[in-house]
């Protein structure tokens, strides 16, 4: 992984160009965020815990999406990023006796989707492979949830303000394409936030 690192910061001191002018590039990816990591930690304590054996379990799928890219010059892009990441959750009926007080928990199926929109300028390194194109820039965009509640208790409305979107700003420190034909790349970004802290996919040069 060092030698790794030290290679492509060598690269970076010809004169050779990642992304050009005018150019576009559109692209698909998948990821991991800190939500899901957290969703599942959170899932995955509460299955292991014996009390709460057959009451409650949850997933989470990782975050699918797809960007765009238009070269403004050759060493910067403006882009735009949308990404989705789809969760669940099952939580059964249970009594429970707390001293003389009965507490009744009912069914409950949650299905959310957490979707991000944003836009993504970036800084294209100069490079010495015209094969390899190395960036960083940034992710500004906005959060939104999306899904239903299902629940046997008409009186519980926890979802009612999941549909207004929050900010979300976040670095890409590096990420890259190293083109496997003019046309055709495989993608990486290491990000500091949303949609995904790590993504790989694929990218395609119009």
Do not use: C
């Amino acid at each position: 992984m060092k030698n790794i690192i030290i290679i492509l910061l060598a690269s970076l001191s010809y004169t050779s160009f990642g992304q050009g002018q005018d150019e576009k590039v559109i692209g698909i990816y998948t990821g991991f965020s800190t939500t899901g990591f957290a969703y599942r930690l959170a899932s995955n304590i509460t299955v292991n815990d014996s009390a709460n054996t057959d009451f409650y379990g949850g997933s989470n799928l990782p975050v699918f999406g797809a960007m765009f890219d238009y070269g403004i010059s050759s060493n910067f892009s403006i882009g735009a990023m949308f990404g989705i990441q789809h969760f669940n959750a099952d939580i059964n009926s249970r009594s429970v006796n707390i001293g003389d007080t009965l507490l009744t928990t009912r069914n409950v199926d949650i299905n959310l989707n957490r979707l991000y929109l944003g836009i993504t300028p970036k800084y294209h390194y100069n490079m010495a492979n015209e094969q390899l194109e190395l960036y960083s820039g940034v992710r500004a965009g906005f959060i939104f949830w999306q899904g239903n509640f299902d629940v046997e208790d008409s009186n519980i409305d926890v979802l009612s303000n999941l549909g207004a979107g929050r900010p979300a700003i976040s670095l890409i420190p590096i990420g890259g394409r190293y083109y496997m034909t003019d046309e055709l790349a495989l993608n990486f970004e290491l990000a500091t936030g949303a949609p995904a802290i790590i993504t790989l996919g694929l990218n395609f040069r119009l």
